[in-house]
């Protein structure tokens, strides 16, 4: 097939590049689009060279799929346009998440999801919903899940190549001042950067994302975890509870989760229903280091909760640059394929 990569030169779109090749999805054709300044460049890919077109200027026509990982605003502007050229579009960003007529899939999930795509475009998860998704579906098949409280922490690379250089340089900063933040917080003299509230860099912030003007008191990071688990898992009327925080890890998700049940499920049947399930791997520590570069989200610390009703708690990680984005986003095309929605 003829495929596009709109925001190829970002770290989503060159983790989305590497796995087309490492999971030998059907190419003919690849074509590589980015913003303006990076148009002109060239990529290697296999055996080919790319020349990097102008996202906004490129005519689009001929490609089958399109996958894009260029923020909200320009998937705003691009994913119908791309459509109308007769591409499926998957898109990576928030842009169309909570539209009706754009399903929101998991490939392990709810594939079933693709076969309405009024608008030819298809979502990809937030990075950090991703990573519950697989787990709390074979859960909710096995007990009913009714509601959840959950803490995130989140790495900086969720924040874009600037979330990591600036963790990267309030790190270099502290230097070997860094042991005398145990006795005085102000000591590395380190300030907030562009992208997170306070310094990361050996701190955790208790707020990722921007607080949305609702009077909620939410960011738009917990918005997006109680919406989008709501669409995907099918359950309307799921409560959650979200408190999403910035860590400075570079890579890797993790959702600490206490949930509550219809049916009774002890943390014995939690396990073997969770070794079964697609894209999930146990583990009794599960680490972002340890998840960085799988494609599975890891689980452990699986216990009885006691504070609410056929109560369960978990901690989950994954990599939101993989699973979280490039990856779900390949497994749609691949699962458009299986299905016969997507043919070149």
Not at 107 to 113: I, K, M
Not at 267 to 275: D, F, H, P, Y
Not at 283 to 306: E, F, H, L, W
Request: glycine share 8%.
């Amino acid at each position: 097939m003829d495929v596009g990569v709109v925001g190829a030169t970002g770290q989503v779109g060159a983790v989305m590049r590497a796995l087309l090749d490492e999971r030998n999805f059907p190419v003919d054709e690849l074509r590589f689009f980015a913003s303006q300044r990076s148009a002109g460049r060239t990529i290697g890919w296999r055996d080919r060279s790319v020349v990097v077109e102008d996202a906004d200027t490129a005519d689009y026509s001929g490609l089958d799929v399109c996958l894009l990982s260029a923020g909200a605003t320009a998937s705003r502007a691009l994913a119908e346009k791309i459509a109308a050229a007769g591409a499926a579009v998957i898109d990576n960003s928030s842009a169309w998440r909570r539209d009706r007529d754009v399903p929101l899939v998991v490939s392990e999930v709810n594939p079933h999801a693709l076969d309405s795509m009024p608008k030819g475009i298809v979502a990809n998860p937030n990075c950090t919903t991703m990573v519950a998704m697989s787990p709390l579906k074979c859960l909710d098949a096995a007990a009913g899940l009714e509601a959840m409280v959950v803490s995130t922490y989140q790495a900086v690379s969720g924040a874009g190549l600037a979330g990591v250089d600036e963790l990267h340089s309030q790190t270099q900063q502290a230097g070997d001042n860094a042991p005398s933040l145990a006795f005085d917080g102000a000591a590395a003299g380190l300030q907030a950067g562009a992208k997170f509230s306070e310094p990361i860099a050996f701190n955790v912030i208790p707020l990722a994302g921007a607080l949305v003007d609702d009077g909620s008191g939410e960011t738009d990071e917990e918005q997006k975890l109680t919406h989008e688990s709501r669409k995907i898992l099918e359950l309307e009327d799921l409560a959650v509870a979200a408190t999403c925080v910035r860590v400075p890890v570079y890579t890797g998700h993790c959702l600490s989760i206490s949930a509550a049940f219809r049916h009774p499920i002890s943390a014995e049947r939690a396990g073997e229903v969770l070794a079964e399930a697609p894209g999930v791997a146990l583990q009794d520590v599960p680490t972002p280091q340890k998840v960085t570069g799988a494609n599975a989200s890891y689980v452990g610390r699986i216990r009885c909760d006691p504070t609410r009703r056929n109560g369960l708690s978990l901690f989950v990680a994954g990599d939101n640059l993989r699973k979280g984005a490039a990856l779900n986003a390949v497994q749609i095309a691949e699962v458009m394929v299986s299905r016969g929605l997507l043919t070149a």
